[in-house]
């Protein structure tokens, strides 16, 4: 089995902590039985990479963690385990689970002690270039695979720019279909049209939603234009009436799901409420800050309506999310892709950062722009 990938060297953008990046160059050294190396394709930007970008880093680190290559190294072990061979595409997870644990056991492993973004867990895009051999990120040209990451075969067609969906589109499936469980002929309301609210547009269409709204604000509006592609409803949030709004467009007093992805202030947590119609569901998906919110425990009990919080994806809804893509129809391949190179990754996320990033919410890093 290939231990060593066929490059000695390897460019990286590397987040310095402090809102600055730059770009650095690493050894390539063989890998161990049960490790690996993978050339990196492709490397999405979503809005955790920007936070940690703009001062949540505690150490230098390679950001990225929706990540798409082509598998360049193995050990022998972990060729075994992973079932894979080198020129083999995969998609990467973020999480580095212990492997030991119940949450693991019973494939929850984004639960994992070990990996959980809130205690200080280990992620890959989030460990330090300290630690050999430094390359724990998707924003480079190669990326370490350690013994406990998690990899999903795909297929070697799929475009780049389509194939790195492949996690925001699973998260998607988990927070509609599961949290959500939005039916045949259901009404949703998605607040954000961000990475992730694009790919939940999509994946109520697949669903067979009634009406799909996407709400986001003025700054928003090429986002929501993406959205209105996909076949949704879009509005853009303001001082007005939204509830009345959405019951106008849908012709019903509420929604059966609202997804809530916007980082925005507590008192917005009623207001999603209110959108709701008998029996339904807030899927929560970002925190709000600060953190701590009210809600109208009366409102909840006369709709008999819930409030769920999610993180991730299950591994189910990754191999479903890859097997949509393959497919084809979900829309996404409409939304424009916005590809970087390495050595513009920290102008990028210093942009986003102060809104002023591109109209399409699909940011890819290809490193191998820089040469």
Known sequence: MVARPPDTHAL?????????????TF???????????????????????????????????????HVLGQVAALGDVAASRWALRPSDWVVLEEYLPCGRCAMCHTDRYRLCPDTDLWKGGRRIG????????????GNAQYLHLPPNAVLHRIPGGLAPGLAVWALPLANALDWVLGAGRLGDGETIVI???????????AVARYAG???????????????????????????????????????????????????????????????????????????????????????????????????????????QRVQESIALLQRGGLGLEQVPTEEIPLSEVGSMLGRLAAGEGPDTPHVVVRPWLDG
Not at 12 to 24: F, H, I, K, N, P
């Open 12 to 24: 990286a953008s590397v987040a310095l902590g402090d809102g600055r990046a730059e770009t650095r």
């Open 27 to 65: 050894p390539l050294r063989d890998c161990p039985p049960d490790a690996g190396w993978l050339r990196v394709e492709a490397s999405g930007v979503c809005g955790t990479d920007v936070g940690l970008f703009t001062g949540a880093l505690d150490e230098p680190c390679v950001l990225g963690h």
């Open 126 to 137: 989030l460990v330090g270039t300290t630690e050999e051999p430094g390359l724990w990120g």
């Open 191 to 201: 607040l954000g049209p961000g990475y992730h609210g694009i790919a939940a547009a």
């Open 209 to 315: 939603a009634k009406h799909v709204v996407v709400c986001g604000l003025p700054r928003d509006r090429a986002r929501l234009r993406f959205a209105e592609s996909l076949g949704a409803t879009t509005l853009e949030l303001g001082d007005d009436d939204l509830a009345g709004t959405v019951a106008g467009l849908t012709g019903r007093p509420g929604a059966d799901v609202v997804l809530d992805l916007a980082a925005s202030r507590p008192e917005t947590l009623g207001d999603n409420i209110r959108l709701l119609g008998h029996g339904g569901r807030l899927v929560l998906a970002s925190p709000k800050s600060p953190a701590l919110a009210g809600v109208d425990t009366t409102a909840l009990i006369r709709l008999t309506a819930g409030i769920v919080g999610v993180r991730g994806r299950s591994p």
